[in-house]
Structure formats: C-alpha cells, structure tokens
C-alpha cells in the first residue's frame, strides 16, 4: 500500500484534496469514483514515524491517547458518524506523528474499514490492547463506553507511573548529591591536606593513605573512570532494553522484597483492570487472557501469567490456573473466584483496581521513607570517614607536642 496525495473534482466541478491509501494510481481512482470524486492528478508521498528514541518507546503518548477516546467517546454518543469523528479530530492539536495516524485511519473508514482493522496497520500508536478493546466495542455497539474505559484506563495508568517516578526523584537527588560531594572532596579538598601534611613528615594511618592514593588516582584518571562508568551504564541500559534483559531486572526486582510487593500490586491492579474491562466489554477468558499478558508490566510475572492462560485454554478455572503460578496476591484470587461464583468477575476486578493502587501508593511512600534516611545516613558516613582520615594525622601531631 502507498499513501497518494491526490486532487479530485465532483460533478459540480468543486475541487478537494486529501491523501488516500491504495496500491497505485488506478486503485486511487477507483476508490474516488466510489466517492463520486474524479482523480485530477495524484503523487505518492512518504510517511515515516519518527524515530523511537524521542518518543515513548516509538509509541504516542498516553495523555495524547487519553484526550483522543474522550472527545471520541463524546461524539460517538451523540450519534456522530466515526468517519465523521475521525474528520474532526484528526484536525485537533495532537502531535505530528499522531495527526498523520489519524488521517490515515480517517482515509481507510473512508474506504470502508472499521476502526480497529485502521487502527491494525498503527501497532506504534496503539496498543494491542486499544485495538482489541476497539474492536470489541464495534462489534457490540458500545464504541463510545469503550472508549470511555480506555480512557479511565490510560489515565489511572498513567498517574500510577507518575506517583513511582515522583518517589524516586529525592532518593535520586540525594544519590547524586553523595556522588558530587565525594567526588569534590577528593578532587579539590583532600590534594591540599595530603601536601600540607607531607611537608610535615608526619606517618600517616593506613585509611589515610587509602584516601590519599585513591583522590590522586582519581584526579589522574578521572576522564578514563567516567568512560568506563558511562560505558558499564550504557551497556546496561541497552541490554535492560532486550527481551532477555527486561527479563533478567525484572527478575531482580521480585527477590528485594520491598520493590517486589510494589511490582505485584502494580499488575495485580493492571491486570484488574484491563481483564476487568475486556471482560465486561465481553471478549471470552482464552481471549482477553492473552492480550492483558502484555500489559502487566514484569516479564517474569508476564511469563507465568502465560502459563496460567495456558492452563485455562486446557480447562482450568481462572482461579485454580492462577493460584498455581503464585503470581498475584491471595485477596485477588479469592476476588476472581468470587467473581467466578457469581458471573460477575469484570465488576470484582474494576472494583479492586482502586485497592491495589493504594498499596502500590503505601509500598512507595514506604520505600522512600526508608532511602531518604538511608541515603542521608551514607552521605554523613562518606564525608565523615573523610575527613577522619584528614584530621587524624594532625591529631596524632598535637597530641605529641
């Protein structure tokens, strides 16, 4: 297929313009004549998204997908037509990248497309899970309570990342702070007592010659230290990026036992969630399953959640196949088989979304309240072993005077 900028006249000889997908010039036409349009004249043009690495990982941003299902919810409800929609907001403020998507899906609903098949050749700017979700809600008739969910969804995701990035940041600071000061001291404070202190012929304590050799190492070296620790940081961050490295870190994650219960409450409450929604938008088990594995955020708990999918294709109860695994915590389970019970698991799953947010919240305050101190604690010690190590020669010399 091949994006076509084209120009086209009606009967009446009124002149329109616009881009069409189609695989060349004669389908192009064919599909205008469609439309009671004759081609004028027409040039394929390129369309490329923008690199990944300045967007969220080569997708649109969740605030951007937020604001679209809002404003297509409403004109959904108010009984606008989709092709209609898509006309009006593909003219609204969004990003470059997101407003070429849009003219594209608004071309293929042209052409008789549903949305969710329009939204299939934009994997980067939506999800499976905006897709799937979509598709459910065409096919039922309830696109605008759908979209009304994706949006609740996106946004309550959205501030439960921003909570754990907001609760790092004073750890980080205080992190860094330590890093500086050290680094300061051993560059700049202790080469002007190691000199003071050789003038004086004076024998020096063993953790004072440690610090000595190390500032003066340091300052001989220090371009080749910042590119070997840039190098290991980049190195790392680049395998944290494969498939395997995600894995291994999120493996990390689940033996410290403070970030682990973080990391099982954030996809016990996505999982609530999403399940929650598919579920009541009535996509089956086996189904909804697969697509709420991606989205758990942990690829270790992603892997066993696969096997307990696997297990329910093969008859198991959602409960049972889940409670094997050990992947979420024993009040969700006992939720999901009250659900199981009563027929109304996505209404017990959406109604425990808000629980297990709160303890995402009460495991991150937790955990900041612990590193804050901490982190403090080893600043004090750094800068006080420091200057130990400084002034304890010069006591040894008055004390013998």
């Known amino acids: 297929m091949k994006k076509f900028k084209y120009t086209a006249i009606n009967a009446d000889k009124k002149k329109f313009t616009g881009t069409f997908m189609a695989e060349d010039e004669e389908s192009l036409r064919e599909q205008l004549i469609l439309q009671k349009l004759y081609l004028v004249k027409s040039r394929a043009v390129s369309f490329k998204p923008p690199n990944a690495f300045f967007s969220v990982s080569g997708k649109v941003k969740v605030g951007e997908l937020t604001t679209f299902c809002r404003q297509f919810s409403i004109m959904i409800s108010s009984g606008i037509l989709a092709i209609d929609c898509l006309s009006v907001l593909k003219n609204q403020s969004y990003t470059g990248y997101f407003k070429k998507v849009l003219e594209e899906m608004h071309e293929d609903v042209k052409a008789g497309k549903l949305i969710s098949e329009a939204m299939e050749k934009h994997k980067n700017a939506f999800p499976e899970f905006f897709r799937s979700m979509t598709y459910v809600g065409e096919m039922s008739g309830t696109l605008d309570k759908v979209l009304v969910s994706l949006a609740d969804y996106f946004e309550s995701d959205s501030k439960l990342k921003a909570k754990t990035k907001s609760a790092m940041v004073y750890p980080i600071m205080l992190l860094v702070m330590l890093v500086a000061v050290v680094m300061l001291m051993m560059i700049f404070v202790i080469p002007t007592f190691r000199d003071s202190l050789a003038a004086l012929d004076v024998e020096m304590p063993a953790l004072t010659m440690t610090i000595f050799n190390f500032s003066e190492y340091l300052i001989a070296n220090w371009m080749k230290i910042f590119l070997y620790v840039f190098v290991i940081f980049f190195l790392l961050s680049m395998f944290g990026k494969t498939k395997k490295g995600r894995y291994v870190y999120d493996t990390i994650k689940l033996k410290i036992p403070i970030i682990k219960n973080i990391?099982?409450?954030?996809?016990?409450?996505?999982?609530?969630?999403?399940?929650?929604?598919?579920?009541?938008?009535?996509?089956?088990?086996?189904?909804?399953?697969?697509?709420?594995?991606?989205?758990?955020?942990?690829?270790?708990?992603?892997?066993?959640?696969?096997?307990?999918?696997?297990?329910?294709?093969?008859?198991?109860?959602?409960?049972?196949?889940?409670?094997?695994?050990?992947?979420?915590?024993?009040?969700?389970?006992?939720?999901?088989?009250?659900?199981?019970?009563?027929?109304?698991?996505?209404?017990?799953?959406?109604?425990?979304?808000?629980?297990?947010?709160?303890?995402?919240?009460?495991?991150?305050?937790?955990?900041?309240?612990?590193?804050?101190?901490?982190?403090?604690?080893?600043?004090?010690?750094?800068?006080?072993?420091?200057?130990?190590?400084?002034?304890?020669?010069?006591?040894?010399?008055?004390t013998g005077l």
């Open 263 to 398: 990391q099982v409450n954030k996809a016990s409450s996505k999982f609530a969630r999403a399940f929650g929604l598919l579920i009541g938008s009535g996509m089956d088990i086996v189904e909804a399953m697969s697509i709420v594995s991606i989205v758990l955020g942990n690829k270790n708990i992603e892997k066993r959640f696969k096997v307990s999918a696997e297990a329910v294709t093969q008859g198991k109860t959602l409960t049972s196949a889940l409670n094997e695994e050990k992947i979420f915590p024993d009040m969700l389970i006992q939720m999901i088989s009250i659900g199981e019970k009563t027929d109304s698991i996505d209404e017990v799953l959406l109604k425990s979304c808000a629980f297990f947010d709160d303890l995402v919240e009460r495991s991150l305050s937790r955990l900041t309240t612990i590193l804050q101190p901490l982190m403090l604690l080893i600043m004090g010690l750094s800068v006080g072993v420091i200057f130990y190590a400084i002034y304890s020669p010069m006591l040894s010399i008055m």
